[in-house]
C-alpha cells in the first residue's frame, strides 16, 4: 500500500476532518483486499476475455478525524484490464510528481513506491516546489473569516466557561478576534459564529502557526477539543459599496471595531444575521451588491428611530460560494420586529427585494446572542 498524499482542510471546508488521504493500492482478482465485492467482475471480465486476473492498482481517498467515524471512497481504474505493466508505469510517473515536492529528488521513495525513484538529475529538483517563493497577497480591505463551531450539548456551558478564562489568550495571540455569536433562535442552539479579520491569506497562516506554538493556547485547545462536535470554516469578503451608502466607517473591520469599543450597553443586544445563497455564476453576487446598494438607503431611512444598526454586509470568497450575509444589531428583539415592520413600509427597500428574489435560491435568518468573551456586544 502507498499513501500518496495527506492533506488537512484549512478553510473552506469542516476543519474538524484531521486528513485527507489518498491510497493506491495493488490488489488481484484473489486479494482479499476488504472491497472484495467487485472480485466477481474481475474474474468474470478476466474469463470473457481469455486472459488470467493480472495484478492491478486500485485507488481510494480517506477522510480521518479525531471526532469522526472515517470515510472512505474507493474506485478502480476506468478499465477494469489495466496490465500490470501500464499500473506500474502509472504509479511511477505519480511517484515522480510527489518526489519532486521535496527538497532533494534522491530521498527515499515512499512507501509503496519501492523501487520507483526519479533521475537523480531532473526538471524538479530545480524546481521543488518546496522553492518557490511565496506571493503575498495583494494589499486591499483584508478577509473575513466566519468560524462556525458546533459544541456537544452537555459541554456547551463547560466550552464557554473555558472560553471566558481564555479570553485574554484569544486577544493575544489572535488580535483579528472581532465577535462571537450563540444562536437564540432560527438554527443549531449549541452552535457559535464567530468572525475572525485578517490582513490577507498569508497573515492567516502566519497566526494559526503561532497560535499553536503558544503554551496557553494549546493548554486552551486541548481542553476543549473533545467538547466539540464540528467545527468549519469560511472566508468572506466585506461589501464595501453597501457600507458607503450606509454610511459611517466604510471600512468593515473598523466599523466593527468602533461598535466593540462604544460604551458598554446592559444587556447585550440581538443580532439578525441574514444570509442569501444566490443562483450559480459570476453576476448575482455584483449584481446583488448594486441592488442593495440602491435600496440601503430606503431601508434606514424607514427606521426613524435608528433602532437598528447595520454592523456588516459580506460575500463568500472561500467555501459555499455565491452567498451574501448581512449583520445587524438591536438593543431588544422588539426593535427587531419593529425595524423590520417599518421597512416593509419603504417603497424602495421593497422594490429591491422584488428584484433580488428571482436570483435566490435560499434565505435564512436567525437571532443571536453575543457571548461573554465577544468583543462586540
Request: glycine content about 6%; overall charge positive; charged content about 20%.
Amino acid at each position: 500500500h502507498g499513501c500518496i498524499s495527506s492533506l488537512e482542510a484549512s478553510v473552506g471546508a469542516d476543519t474538524s476532518a484531521r486528513a485527507h488521504e489518498v491510497w493506491f493500492v495493488r490488489c488481484t482478482s484473489r486479494s482479499s483486499f476488504r472491497y472484495s465485492r467487485w472480485r466477481p467482475r474481475l474474474q468474470t471480465k478476466c474469463r470473457r476475455q481469455h486472459h488470467p486476473p493480472t495484478p492491478r492498482h486500485a485507488c481510494f481517498t480517506r477522510s480521518c478525524s479525531s471526532r469522526h467515524r472515517d470515510s472512505t471512497r474507493f474506485a478502480y481504474p476506468p478499465d477494469t484490464m489495466v496490465s500490470a505493466f501500464a499500473s506500474r508505469r502509472a504509479l511511477g510517473r505519480v511517484a515522480d510528481v510527489f518526489h519532486r515536492g521535496t527538497k532533494s529528488s534522491s530521498s527515499s521513495a515512499p512507501l509503496g513506491f519501492r523501487g520507483m525513484k526519479p533521475p537523480a538529475s531532473s526538471w524538479a529538483s530545480a524546481n521543488s516546489f518546496s522553492a518557490t517563493p511565496v506571493v503575498a497577497d495583494p494589499p486591499g480591505v483584508g478577509l473575513f473569516e466566519f468560524r462556525v463551531t458546533s459544541v456537544h450539548p452537555k459541554s456547551f456551558q463547560s466550552f464557554t466557561d473555558a472560553c471566558v478564562s481564555h479570553a485574554a489568550t484569544r486577544r493575544r495571540v489572535e488580535p483579528g478576534f472581532l465577535g462571537s455569536w450563540r444562536t437564540n433562535v432560527g438554527g443549531d442552539l449549541f452552535e457559535l459564529v464567530e468572525m475572525i479579520h485578517h490582513k490577507c491569506n498569508d497573515s492567516r497562516d502566519s497566526a494559526l502557526a503561532t497560535m499553536q506554538k503558544d503554551p496557553a493556547w494549546r493548554v486552551f485547545t486541548e481542553l476543549t477539543a473533545p467538547m466539540l462536535q464540528k467545527q468549519s470554516s469560511e472566508m468572506f469578503l466585506p461589501a464595501v459599496k453597501c457600507l458607503e451608502v450606509a454610511g459611517g466607517e466604510t471600512d468593515a473591520m473598523l466599523r466593527i471595531k468602533n461598535l466593540s469599543t462604544a460604551p458598554a450597553k446592559t444587556p447585550p443586544g440581538v443580532f439578525e444575521l441574514r444570509t442569501y445563497q444566490l443562483e450559480l455564476g459570476y453576476n448575482p453576487i455584483p449584481k446583488l451588491i448594486e441592488l442593495m446598494a440602491h435600496g440601503l438607503p430606503s431601508k434606514l431611512a424607514s427606521d426613524q428611530k435608528k433602532k437598528g444598526t447595520l454592523v456588516g454586509m459580506f460575500f463568500s470568497d472561500v467555501g459555499r460560494l455565491n452567498r451574501f450575509v448581512e449583520i445587524w444589531r438591536y438593543e431588544t428583539n422588539a426593535d427587531h420586529i419593529l425595524v423590520r415592520e417599518a421597512a416593509r413600509g419603504a417603497s424602495k427597500w421593497r422594490e429591491t427585494i422584488g428584484q433580488i428574489a428571482p436570483m435566490v435560491q435560499m434565505f435564512d435568518t436567525k437571532l443571536c446572542v453575543p457571548t461573554e468573551f465577544s468583543p462586540i456586544q
